[in-house]
């Protein structure tokens, strides 16, 4: 299965998004499920 490949511009709104997300309490596990990333790719 091949990975899937994320845009500089796509990137940068998914982050924005788990700031936004982070920001209103919830924790890393549920922003990663909602943003659609691992939380691996997300530290990295």
Known sequence: M???RY???E???KL???QVLLG???KVSEVTK???VS???YYR
């Open 34 to 36: 909602t943003i659609g």
């Open 2 to 4: 091949p990975q899937k």
């Open 24 to 26: 209103q309490g919830k």
């Open 11 to 13: 990137i940068i709104g």
């Open 16 to 18: 924005r998004e788990a």
């Open 39 to 41: 939380e691996v790719s």
């Open 7 to 9: 845009r500089p511009e």
